[in-house]
């Protein structure tokens, strides 16, 4: 399940955690679950811990689109990972 | 199960084990209350706590181990958990679980049934699970792991009698384990471990099992590679050659520890209740639909933009001409009897420079709490997955696309957010779009400006204004990903969150905080612009006319009349947003206050026709970035690419600028 995972990453879309869960025949808390362990070993990256202290200046730090500081987690794909 | 107490009393050692937030340090407090111990871990910066109590006729020593995701040598709180397992070999291990994300918290599990110690599963927080409608039924958890589970609230102190006593239980009874189910490999994997196992046997310390050993170096764990490669350097030899023909050997293994969770989930766990899920799915099936979920967002845009204007539009109108205006008259009268410079500097400098800005807080408030409530919602989440698939269907790569997104909040954390990209090309490239992206200061300029021009019609020039802006960025988005990317595609993967009421407190915080710091700016770079454009507007004789910002204004006033402007004080304004966007209403007030004295929105809208007022929102939308993105594109990228980015941005805003003006002017609008 998790090789599957990695084939549905590695195509380059931009994709829900339901939608994976969907396209796993899983629950969404397992590909999170999968997602964090792979985020551990370098397959992916969080999005918005780099920034933290700029967000800090930002008037919608905690508001803004992809979530940084906000209730959305947001992993990135790393080439090579 | 309870323990008979034996004719002896006897000591017994139980290791606390689980990943961070799973309830074991509330398990260890509630057990040992304050027979505790605190110290280090020996060599170590991490807090080890350690109890001593007696217990139905035993001493139990209990150990709470670090919190660790799992046992591979990742950090050192996860080399001291495995380390105490394996070297002091406790007499029985509690595993917390969290019953409310039990997927999370069985990797752990996972890894520590392939070590000898004897388990016992306390699940945690099944009070939480319940409230989010899932039930573990843990009969049927101890039958598919092999392990007495033991249902417990931690917080409340249920169930930990129990808990301990199956600790005890299974201390005098190890053999018990032998039915332990465990994760599986692939058969071609499984042979390799067999065979590693079998090299190893005997070559390390004792208390590392080979099979464990074998299994870690097939991980890629460094402190077990090291540790093969140093005692057992021949055996090292055959297995590396072994992992150069099995690459993949840690995706199997892992993905086999979840082929474990995933099964003891789906026959331990009854599923939500299918309802919340159902209708955040079914509203998703619009709201992030490739074209419909588009056009809500449109519509979602417009909306933010409608309920601004009739909300905050005539508050804002009352403060700057039922306030602001007649404020600055008193204040110069009351004043009369000083010298005439310090009635100009309060009423005109103060009053009509920060003043007037202060008149549009209206307009944040408005906004901040529609987005507020769009987050709060969870509808953001889906915006921002709406956008990235138009931006891809657009060719604009993912990568460029976050930065850019975080940017409509304010550009720095978007220059900032390129550090994603890894390819320094690329992300240079990106840091020249940012820019473009209007932040909210720029979009409440607009928001301010917009209805002074064109009255009734403002709400559509800007939604206008931001789609242009929007295709600007995209065309050149479009461009970028050709030259940097060659079209690749990364994925982003979003956690979505399920819809649901809204918090009245949470905005309301949310607004307060953002408006309170809105305030303390302004009371900085927007007062000292505003005092020093007053000053060059009043020195040296006090008239506008012969001033030093008159010569100034007189020397670029060539290019405001490309663009239409035939005042020379429109440019100094657009000129002053340099420092911080806000500041071209602060110079607004200050200069048109000085001569006219009456309704700011009034005179300015006198003084340009409506193309050269569209020229000037359109160069607003798109002049240079402020002072603090410069700063962050210097930073981030070198001064050289802060100067492009200057030059880009100039070029672009006065050539859409100038494009505007002539084609509205040609076709007579």
Known sequence: ?81 | MTSQAPAQARTLTIALAGQPNVGKTTVFNMLTGLNQHVGNWPGKTVEQKTGVFEYKGYTIHLVDLPGTYSLTANSEEERIARDYILREQPDAVIVMLNAASLERTLYLLAELVMLPSPLVVGLNMVDVARQNDMVVEEHVLAAALGLPVIPVVASHNQGLEALLDAAIETALHPEGGQSISRPQLKPEHQAILERAAALLRGRLPEHYPPEWAALKVLEGDSEITALVQREAPDAWETIEAWLMEHEDTYLDIAGGRYAWIERLVRAAMRQPRAGSITLTDRVDRIATHPFWGLVVLLGVFGAIFWVTYTLALPVVNWLADGVITPLASWSSRSLSFAPPWVGGLVSDGLIGGVGMVLSFIPILVTFFAVLGFLEDVGYLARAAYVMDRFMHWMGLHGRSFLPLFLGFGCNVPGVMGTRIIEDRRARLLTILLIPLVPCTARMSVITFLAPAFFGGSAPLVVWGLVAINLLILAVLGVVVNKIAFQGTRTAFIMEIPIYHMPNPRTIALFVWNKTKAFVEGAGEVILITAVVVWWLSYWPDGNIAHSLLARIGTWVAPVGHLLGWGDWRMTVALLSSFLAKENTIATLGVLYGIEAGHSLSATIAATLSRPGALAFLTVQMLFIPCAATIAAIKQEAGGKWAAASVGLLLAISLLAGAAVFWIFTWIGW
Not at chain 1, 56 to 73: D, R, V
């Open chain 1, 1 to 81: 399940m998790l090789r599957r995972l990695l084939h549905l990453l590695e195509e380059g879309e931009t994709r829900r955690v339901d939608d994976l869960a969907r396209a796993l025949d899983t629950s969404p808390a397992l590909v999170e679950a999968m997602l964090e362990t792979l985020s551990r070993q370098g397959y992916l990256a969080p999005v918005g811990q780099t920034c933290s202290t700029a967000c800090e200046k930002c008037p919608l730090a905690g508001k803004c689109a992809a979530g940084m500081g906000g209730s959305t987690q947001v992993w990135v794909w790393k080439e090579g990972g």
